[in-house]
C-alpha cells in the first residue's frame, strides 16, 4: 500500500556501463540546450521553468549601452557533463556484466516491439466486439514477441548484430517471394547464397519450392 516502508536484507549486484555514442548524443543535446538558455538571457525573454537553469550554468550583468552579457558557468558545465553516457544495472542475481547487458538489452527488444505491435496489429485500442475476439489479439501479439526473441537470440549467438539490426535483418529475407495457388505446389523465387545463409543462421530451413 502507499505509505508503507519494507525494510530486508538482500545482496545486490550493480554492474556500470559507459556508451560513447550515448554520451556523444547527450553531450549534442546539451550544448544545444545551453545555446537556447543563453539566446534567452540576451534577449531579455525568459522562461519561467528556466531560471534554476539559468542560475546554475549561467552568470550575467546588465548596461544600459551593452545590454545583457551572459557567460558561462565552466565548472557547472563540467560536471553536468560528468556521468554522460554511463548507466547502470542493478540486479539480485550472480552474473556478469557482459550477461546483464544482454538480458537488459533482450528485455529492451521486447518492451519496444511491444510498443510497435501495438500500434501495427492496433492494439492500443482494442476495438474488438467480444472477450473471444480480445484473447485471440494478445495471442496473436505474444506469439509475435516469442518469435523476434528468439530472432533476437540467433542474432548474438550468430553475432549478426554487427551487420544487421533486427528490421534490417527481416527486409533482407521479405524480398524473397512465394506463390501459393489453391490446388498447386508451393513456388519459392530465386535465393541467392547470402540469403539462405541467414536462414541457417538463425536456425531456419531455407523454403523451397514443393
Not at 525494510?7 to 556500470?16: G, L
Not at 552579457?69 to 556484466?97: D, W
Not at 476495438?127 to 509475435?144: I, Y
Amino acid at each position: 500500500y502507499k505509505g508503507d516502508n519494507l525494510k530486508e536484507s538482500r545482496r545486490i549486484y550493480i554492474h556500470y556501463y559507459y556508451n560513447i555514442e550515448q554520451a556523444a548524443d547527450d553531450e549534442k543535446d546539451f550544448d544545444r540546450k545551453l545555446i537556447s538558455l543563453k539566446q534567452e538571457l540576451e534577449s531579455g525573454e525568459r522562461v519561467l521553468q528556466h531560471e534554476k537553469l539559468y542560475q546554475q550554468f549561467f552568470t550575467w550583468k546588465t548596461t544600459p549601452k551593452r545590454g545583457t552579457q551572459v557567460m558561462v558557468k565552466e565548472e557547472s558545465v563540467i560536471e553536468a557533463k560528468r556521468y554522460f553516457g554511463f548507466f547502470a544495472l542493478i540486479t539480485n542475481e550472480t552474473m556478469n556484466a557482459v550477461t546483464a547487458l544482454e538480458l537488459y538489452r533482450n528485455k529492451d527488444v521486447v518492451e519496444k516491439a511491444f510498443g510497435n505491435l501495438k500500434e501495427r496489429l492496433n492494439m492500443r485500442r482494442t476495438l474488438v466486439s467480444s472477450e473471444q475476439s480480445l484473447d485471440g489479439k494478445l495471442f496473436v501479439q505474444f506469439v509475435a514477441l516469442i518469435y523476434l526473441s528468439y530472432i533476437k537470440k540467433q542474432m548474438q549467438e550468430k553475432d549478426l548484430v554487427k551487420r544487421f539490426s533486427i528490421p534490417g535483418l527481416l527486409d533482407k529475407l521479405d524480398v524473397i517471394e512465394c506463390f501459393e495457388q489453391p490446388g498447386k505446389a508451393l513456388q519459392v523465387g530465386e535465393m541467392v547464397e547470402k540469403l539462405e545463409q541467414l536462414y541457417y543462421d538463425l536456425g531456419v530451413t531455407p523454403p523451397t519450392s514443393l
